[in-house]
């Protein structure tokens, strides 16, 4: 299948498998939707359905969309996308064009989590539909808990402004409405920005079925960012991931179908939960020389989950490389851009025979850990169990209109970001109390 010839492509996709009856039958489209895993049809439930052709339509606004190949996990497929804000609104004329990115042990897995990053992305962007409150900083913070004050307290300090735009949110413990700082969620062009965000603002947001999928997806991957900041750059020591249990069960048989027989890498896992108690795996990945190192972070509900996405991020991130080496070879280092090289510095840079942070220091917890059934549910828990530990969630429904796909924005300002400018309590205390990550790194950046 080679989807890259015509977006078009997926506009006939998608009313193909929405059953358009201009649309008739075809055997050609048909074929590639038996191949995406969209048909049959048996055992789809309508909002499925629903969510498969918006992203299927969502595929065809974007600039290209195509498969790749990795000679390290050949097993995984791999799909890329260009996408760009311009064609959403004129006033984005000036966004470069960005990329996403997807990977699964299916077609269908790569594809939707391909388009899911990009239909995440595009939906960042600041749009009329958005409800925003013009009002003094000093005002707007006064409905925070103190942890989350005092973090957005920092952020907002840089502002020339007093006055900046406020959008709805949501606490998610309470139920409350709050207005969240609309440069902490979206977006804008330079002239409507009160703010340079310190973060990535695709850090906790996510695309899903449901908006308690995306929330879900949003909310654990605050906590893996928080996890690996205290890691990486706080030097606090992994365990070990038990081999009892599920987990590393979850984990040969992936590296094994994702491998099929390559042995140009060697695989290890590391368990960097933290104090949260929201399991948090990093798998990683070297040559035998100990360079090249790679790696994936994830954290979910139940270890074995954790354990097969990481490995999912660590063989995205052995792709990245060869897509690295592949722009070197054809335009030389002045085609790089800053990702790319934090991608050479970490691969060439890191020993990871050497590098003690990244082996473990004491048995970890043994896999297999109850986990309600449903995503609603399974924020619920989630909800609760950070609340309880002093962690306030904060949510923005960034859906928009034109995808009909629900998105996300999450944000908890008490844990720490990775990578950010801003170091939290979290962060500092880790710090004080290791001396901190750059110890083992020399400094090069995780992400």
Not at 88 to 100: C, E, G, I, T
Not at 349 to 375: F, N, S
């Amino acid at each position: 299948m080679d989807p890259s010839n015509s977006t078009n492509q997926f506009e006939r996709l998608a009313a193909c498998l929405a059953g358009s009856p201009a649309q008739g039958r075809d055997g050609e489209l048909e074929v590639i939707l038996e191949k995406l895993g969209y048909l049959p049809l048996s055992g789809t439930t309508p909002s499925e359905l629903r969510n498969r052709v918006a992203l299927l339509q969502a595929a065809a606004r974007f600039s290209d969309v195509f498969q790749l190949v990795s000679s390290d996990a050949p097993g995984v497929a791999f799909f890329g996308a260009e996408i760009s804000a311009a064609g959403l609104d004129p006033a984005f004329q000036h966004q470069a064009r960005s990329s996403a990115s997807g990977a699964g042990l299916s077609l269908r897995q790569a594809f939707e989590s391909c388009i899911g990053e990009g239909v995440e992305y595009l939906s960042q962007f600041e749009t009329g539909q958005d409800r925003l409150h013009r009002g003094p900083i000093e005002d707007g913070l006064i409905a925070f808990d103190p942890a989350s004050r005092t973090v957005l307290s920092e952020i907002m300090r840089p502002s020339a402004c007093s006055d900046v735009d406020w959008i709805d949110a949501t606490q998610l413990s309470s139920g409350r409405p709050v207005r969240f700082p609309a440069d902490l969620c979206l977006r804008r062009t330079p002239e409507r920005s009160g703010l340079t965000p310190p973060f990535s603002l695709s850090s906790g947001c996510a695309a899903g079925a449901s908006f308690e999928a995306a929330a879900l997806h949003g909310m654990l991957e605050l906590v893996e960012r928080d996890a690996a900041s205290l890691w990486w750059r706080g030097g606090m020591r992994g365990r070990h991931v038990a081999l009892e249990g599920p987990a590393m069960a979850a984990a040969a048989a992936f590296v094994a179908q994702a491998r099929r027989g390559v042995a140009t890498k060697r695989t290890w896992l590391l368990d960097i939960t933290t104090d949260l108690d929201v399991p948090c795996i990093v798998a990683m990945s070297c040559r035998a020389d100990g360079r090249g190192f790679a790696c994936g972070l994830a954290a979910r509900l139940a270890v074995e989950n954790a354990v097969r996405s990481a490995l999912m991020e660590m063989s995205q991130m052995e792709l990245a490389y060869d897509v690295v080496e592949q722009k070197r070879r054809e335009g030389g280092d002045a085609a790089l851009n800053e990702y790319d090289r934090r991608h050479i510095a970490r691969s060439t840079l890191i020993d990871a025979a050497k590098c003690e942070l990244l082996h473990p220091v004491a048995p970890g917890r043994l896999a297999g850990e109850a986990c309600p059934d449903t995503p609603a549910r399974q924020l619920d828990a989630l909800i609760g169990r950070l609340s309880a530990r002093g962690v306030e969630t904060f949510a923005v429904d960034l859906t928009r209109s034109g995808f009909g796909i629900p998105v996300v924005r999450i944000a908890a300002p008490a844990l720490q970001m990775e990578p950010s400018e801003i170091v939290t309590a979290r962060l500092s205390a880790a710090r004080s109390r290791t001396g901190g990550g750059d110890l083992y790194t020399g400094g090069i950046s995780l992400l």
